[in-house]
């Protein structure tokens, strides 16, 4: 076993290595727009997993998918060249869903945010149900009062 600063490290070192392959090496044309932005190496250093995003519609991510594992073995073979490691490490791509979520999260808090300023202008001109401070004590009654009234 490597320590997890070692695989880190070279987690690191492949994510360059692959988008630096993507850029220059690899002329697939049905490789899109394509950004690495990730990459996770399990700690004996055998797995790595390439996250990555695309710029375009569903079928240019499906057509980049394929041209990434068309290219998966030369792209390990130059991981393996470029590190150095006695064993190269079997290289899974996987789009990442980080950008997608984030965008449902942002649709959510702009939703909330209309919801809560809607709530707020009807609150404007709202007026209590009941005695507009609830908590008040009652005037306390003027004896003297009463006893006028009794006479």
């Known amino acids: 076993m490597v320590d997890a600063a070692r695989a880190s490290k070279l987690a690191d070192r492949i994510q360059r290595i692959v988008a630096e392959m993507l850029e220059r090496r690899i002329k697939d044309p049905r490789l899109g727009f394509v950004t690495v932005t990730d990459a996770r190496l399990t700690n004996d250093l055998r797995d790595a997993t390439v996250y990555y995003t695309v710029f375009g519609s569903d079928a240019e ?8 594992e068309s290219a998966k073995g030369l792209i390990r073979s130059e991981v393996g060249r470029r590190t150095g490691l006695r064993h190269t490490p079997t290289i899974t791509f996987v789009i990442d869903e ?6 449902h999260i942002e649709e959510l808090l702009a ?3 209309q919801a809560d300023a809607e709530v707020a202008r009807a609150a ?3 007026r209590p149900a009941g005695d507009p401070d609830p908590y008040r004590e009652p005037r306390p009654a003027d004896d003297d009062d009463e006893d006028d009234e009794d006479e």
């Open 61 to 68: 991510k499906a057509a980049t998918a394929a041209a990434l």
């Open 98 to 103: 980080v950008p997608d979520n984030a965008r």
């Open 111 to 113: 939703k909330a945010k």
């Open 124 to 126: 404007a001109n709202a």
